[in-house]
T-cell receptor
Framework: RKEVEQDPGPFNVPEGATVAFNCTYS??????FFWYRQDCRKEPKLLMS???SGNEDGRFTAQLNRASQYISLLIRDSKLSDSATYLC???????????FGTGTLLAVQP | NAGVMQNPRHLVRRRGQEARLRCSPM?????VYWYRQLPEEGLKFMVY????????ESGMPKERFSAEFPKEGPSILRIQQVVRGDSAAYFC?????????????FGPGTRLTVT
């Protein structure tokens, strides 16, 4: 079983749509959780950290459920520029190494 | 403040040759992580280094791969006797500390192609 699992997509949505991504992780000892964004052939960039209390940054809302080992990302009012691969990431061990899911591809259509 | 720099950006090697990938962390960062992204796969942790020390190499293949981060100069990921399966994007990331409180900043990656 993969440590971090995501639906690979692709998610094809029209501009303005709301889209939700889900992710599960297997290591209950994981301590930090993130969503990264990766554009084609570019480096991953931190989108937001994820907390149990939930956090929001503009059109983006992230949520963590430790009991279910489940992480979500909600994007409201999708823009063409949101088209990218969204990576669910958890940390592992004392060294803070990042464990990445394989990513979910989002394509926002005009 | 320059970001994380990696060079070369693209590297082509024939099977059996050596590949050297360089990573210069952000100014003030003394912790470097290397990750590999195989085609159509997610990023996988390889190794975590501090200056002159390998802290965690649990993701490194047992043979042909080595990494260093000398007191002066960039971190180097070295792949000896490359094979086609080594073709991938190699990203390094740096942080000021290795703890959970510090974000890792990624470089643009080196795309290795083995012919």
């Amino acid at each position: 079983r993969k440590e971090v699992e995501q639906d690979p997509g692709p998610f094809n949505v029209p501009e303005g749509a709301t889209v939700a991504f889900n992710c599960t992780y297997s290591n209950s000892a994981s301590q930090s959780f993130f969503w990264y964004r990766q554009d084609c052939r570019k480096e991953p960039k931190l989108l937001m950290s994820v907390y149990s209390s939930g956090n929001e940054d503009g059109r983006f809302t992230a949520q963590l459920n430790r009991a279910s080992q489940y992480i979500s990302l909600l994007i409201r009012d999708s823009k063409l520029s949101d088209s990218a691969t969204y990576l669910c990431v958890v940390t592992s061990g004392a060294t803070n190494k990042l464990i990445f899911g394989t990513g979910t591809l989002l394509a926002v259509q005009p | 403040n320059a970001g994380v720099m990696q060079n070369p950006r693209h590297l082509v090697r024939r099977r059996g040759q050596e590949a050297r990938l360089r990573c210069s962390p952000m100014k003030g960062h003394s912790h470097v992580y290397w990750y590999r992204q195989l085609p159509e796969e997610g990023l996988k942790f390889m190794v975590y280094l501090q200056k002159e020390n390998i802290i965690d190499e649990s993701g490194m293949p047992k043979e042909r791969f080595s990494a260093e981060f000398p007191k002066e100069g960039p971190s180097i990921l070295r792949i000896q006797q490359v094979v086609r399966g080594d073709s991938a994007a190699y990203f390094c990331a740096s942080s000021p500390q290795g703890s959970l409180d510090y974000e890792q900043y990624f470089g643009p990656g080196t795309r290795l192609t083995v012919t």
